[in-house]
């Protein structure tokens, strides 16, 4: 996703990524520090959602397939 957005009055594009490798590592941390937290387990559902993304800031426009690479 790309969007263009006024960051502290400079212009400047957002892009926000999925790294699946970095997803699946933090997924598993996630799921090893809770293994003996029954009560943590409820909110891993959220935490999952936002394993991997990143949000990259750049001051330039740059192609879509560039930022994936």
Same mark, same amino acid.
């Given at each position: 996703m790309q #969007? #263009? /957005?006024d960051l502290f009055g400079c212009e400047v594009f /957002?892009? /926000?990524v999925l790294d699946p490798e970095c997803k699946g590592r933090?997924?598993?941390r &996630?799921? &090893?520090q809770s293994?003996?937290?029954k009560a943590r387990w409820l909110g891993l559902e959220y935490a999952f959602l936002?394993?991997?993304v990143m949000v990259l800031v750049f001051s330039f426009e740059i192609v879509l397939g560039d930022v994936a690479r």
């Open positions: #969007k #263009k /957005v /957002v892009y /926000v933090e997924m598993k &996630l799921i &090893l293994a003996d937290e936002w394993c991997g």
